[in-house]
């Protein structure tokens, strides 16, 4: 019978059924007051608070979403290739060809006009390291612009990770 | 923004990419989900987890929400689900009786007096700490039908249950509630 008040004040049974509990509980002083306290102790069920989380929970939450954010965006700008960011590749392969270019020319040209080397080392003579003139090869023009080209392109890519940044956390 | 804003409007803010609008669900429903947590993993710290790992879930998938039923229901769904997850990795004790392997004393109980008693205890912190003790399943669908007021069919939805198994788990659930009750209070 307990069973049956519960379903019927949880609102669980068929019409038919609900009609039938009606009816005896029309009829049935007893069952009235158990349904009273069935109701009441329901109120209770509904009514229990809710547990609270700790203070940082939502700061927690959010700084994760963020995170994962934050890499999803970064997998896609390494994933979609040089469609997004061909400019800084480009940068990339000039200063590539800038500073392989002097090398090679040096490897051509047997390093003339680069170093200053001595022909032959004799065993006995005091060991002295040979010089080197690194300045022909710093004023080289190629060298010169390769480094320009290469802060050019960190430069660029800081930037670019700082408008990346800037982009996640403004969403 | 206005405390009126739906949950509709609030996913669909979050969809267009708007950070708040995560923020303001997670703010709106952080004491459900983390509730309803800690009734199926039984400890605070586990809950913490399982209700992060819910809302992340949920934001993950949000655009997969058709409103085909309430936002809550399909929330409570990935709770549920994750707990379960958590409880299987974690704690499969708690898991591992199912309904039969715990036989209701029902000769204990003597309804009136179990009401009675029910009716005058201090009635929510009792009920709170009897909840607390229900095995994960109990304590969800009792949680989830009276605290949340979901529907049996809705509890269904959450709890993959067919509508027969979900009212006799209630059942069984509200009768264990009062078993634990009754011992309490002699």
Redesign the interface.
């Known amino acids: 019978m307990?069973?049956l008040l519960?379903?019927y004040a949880?609102g669980?049974l068929s019409e038919n059924e609900a009609e039938t509990v009606r009816l005896q509980l029309l009829e049935n002083p007893t069952m009235q007051r158990?349904l009273e306290?069935?109701l009441?102790?329901?109120n209770?069920?509904?009514?229990?608070?809710?547990?609270?989380?700790?203070r940082y929970?939502?700061d927690?939450?959010?700084a994760?979403?963020?995170m994962?954010q934050y890499q999803i965006h970064q997998n896609q700008t390494v994933n979609s290739g040089p469609q997004t960011d061909w400019i800084l590749r480009a940068i990339g392969g000039l200063m590539a060809v800038f500073v392989l270019l002097p090398v090679l020319v040096a490897m051509i040209t047997g390093g003339k006009g680069y170093t200053n080397l001595p022909k032959t080392v004799e065993l006995t003579q005091k060991l002295t390291l040979p010089k080197v003139d690194y300045s022909a090869f710093f004023s080289h023009p190629f060298v010169y612009y390769a480094f320009i080209f290469g802060l050019v392109y960190l430069g660029l890519q800081m930037f670019d990770k700082y408008l990346q940044q800037r982009f996640v956390l403004?969403? | 923004m206005s405390p009126s804003v739906s949950d509709e409007q609030i996913i669909e803010q979050a969809i267009a990419?708007?950070?708040s609008a995560?923020?303001q669900l997670?703010?709106k429903y952080?004491?459900?989900v983390?509730?309803l947590a800690?009734r199926f993993v039984k400890n605070?710290e586990d809950?913490?987890e399982v209700?992060?790992d819910s809302?992340?879930k949920a934001?993950?998938y949000l655009s997969d929400f058709r409103g085909e039923c309430k936002f809550t229901t399909w929330l409570y769904k990935i709770v549920f689900s994750v707990a379960m997850n958590h409880l299987k990795k974690n704690r499969p004790e708690l898991l591992s009786l199912d309904d039969d392997q715990k036989p209701l004393k029902i000769k204990d109980l003597g309804?009136?007096d179990a009401?009675?008693a029910?009716?005058f205890a201090e009635?929510?912190l009792e009920?709170?700490e009897a909840?607390n003790q229900l095995s994960p399943d109990d304590a969800g669908v009792?949680t989830l039908?009276?605290?949340y007021?979901q529907s049996?069919e809705e509890v269904c939805q959450v709890m993959n249950l067919t509508t027969t198994n979900a009212?006799t788990k209630?059942?069984r659930a509200?009768q264990r509630l009062k078993v634990i009750l009754s011992v309490e209070l002699t």
């Open positions: 307990e069973n519960w379903d949880d669980l158990q306290v069935i009441k102790e329901k209770v069920l509904m009514d229990i608070n809710l547990e609270l989380p700790n929970f939502t927690s939450v959010m994760k979403w963020t994962e403004s969403r | 990419g708007r950070q995560y923020g997670v703010r952080e004491r459900y983390f509730t800690l605070r809950a913490h209700a992060q809302f992340l934001f993950r309804s009136e009401s009675f029910l009716e009635k929510k009920i709170q909840i009792i039908f009276y605290l007021e049996i009212k209630l059942s509200r």
